[in-house]
């Protein structure tokens, strides 16, 4: 862990639940922060407030190559974790769903309590490995 001044922050409910059980750690948080990031620019265009300063360098062109490669990025992470996996990084991350929300998309049949430990679980472990995607691409495996 990290000391509590370099942390970033944590603006997605779930995974400060998470963070806050100890269940994940700040190299998660970031790997979340991360893909939320580079999802909201693949999909939307839109970057983290969306601002323009004097200081930023590039034209049309350059962000539609960033926007590219993010896009590229997300389709990777999506092939190497599996379309399970990518649904509940949506779910969790771009949709900011709750774990009893989700749990009750993924199993209806199923007590609210349990449902909810159940994707608790899978959060989890899609973060853990998330983080490993990433540093494999930084690799360039």
């Not at 995974?15 to 893909?35: K, T, Y």
């Not at 608790?120 to 360039?140: K, N, W």
């Amino acid at each position: 862990m990290t000391d509590a001044a370099e942390r970033e922050p944590i603006s997605i409910p779930t995974v400060q639940a998470l963070f806050g059980a100890e269940d994940i750690g700040d190299e998660e948080v970031r790997a979340s922060n991360r893909w939320f990031r580079e999802f909201v620019f693949a999909t939307q265009g839109i970057t983290e407030g969306d601002r323009k300063t004097t200081e930023e360098k590039g034209d049309i062109h350059t962000w539609m190559l960033s926007r590219g490669k993010c896009s590229a990025r997300i389709t990777e992470i999506k092939e190497r974790l599996g379309l399970c996996a990518h649904l509940r990084l949506e779910m969790m991350l771009a949709r900011s769903m709750s774990f009893s929300q989700m749990a009750r998309m993924l199993y209806p049949d199923i007590s609210d309590a349990r449902g909810r430990m159940k994707v608790s679980a899978q959060c989890t472990l899609v973060l853990e490995q998330l983080v490993h995607v990433y540093a494999d691409l930084r690799r360039g495996s």
